[in-house]
């Protein structure tokens, strides 16, 4: 397992170089204790998101979201909305199936927002992890703690000849839904 820092690169490939085939991108949080107005029982959840958006060139293809599961092609799915972070273990998860990405997606980005406004400084513990078909952890991404905006690009996948490359993007962000701040994300591609 990778623990990437902003500007990480690394190949999507088995050992052997063999390209990898299927991954599942997890997101974890925590709601940092004592966040919130006035620290109370009162205080709202965080509820952050997990988003996967393709671009054909700098032409946005399709995503995948809370409010939109699946993209057209059927290579990534995302497999369903935590508005709390409470529990173990991955609270969102995305799947891509890189076989299946259309032929003219080039990247795809992946985002982390927080649908309420909540700036990031309200969560503890959070990361992303990149997993392979195997259930074996390749990469993972720790959310730096203490971030004054609602989102977070983590990183970005891309083509590199026959297979694909991940690269650490790192990047506090304002947005809270993907689809409303699309000019922010394009910058990104």
Known sequence: MIELQRGDEMALARDDGAPLGRLTMGLGWDKKPGAGFMSGANTPDVDLDASAIQYAGDQLFDLAFFNHLETRDGSIAHLGDNISGRGEGDDEQITIDLAK??????????LVSSYQGHTLEWVANAYCRLV??????IARFTLTEGVPRTGFMLAKMFRD?????????????????PTESLDVLARFV
């Open 132 to 137: 392979d078909e195997d259930d074996e952890e």
């Open 101 to 110: 990405v259309y032929p003219r997606v080039d990247t795809i980005l992946f």
């Open 161 to 177: 000849g026959d297979g694909w490359r991940l690269k650490a993007i790192g990047q506090g962000i304002a947005v809270t839904v």
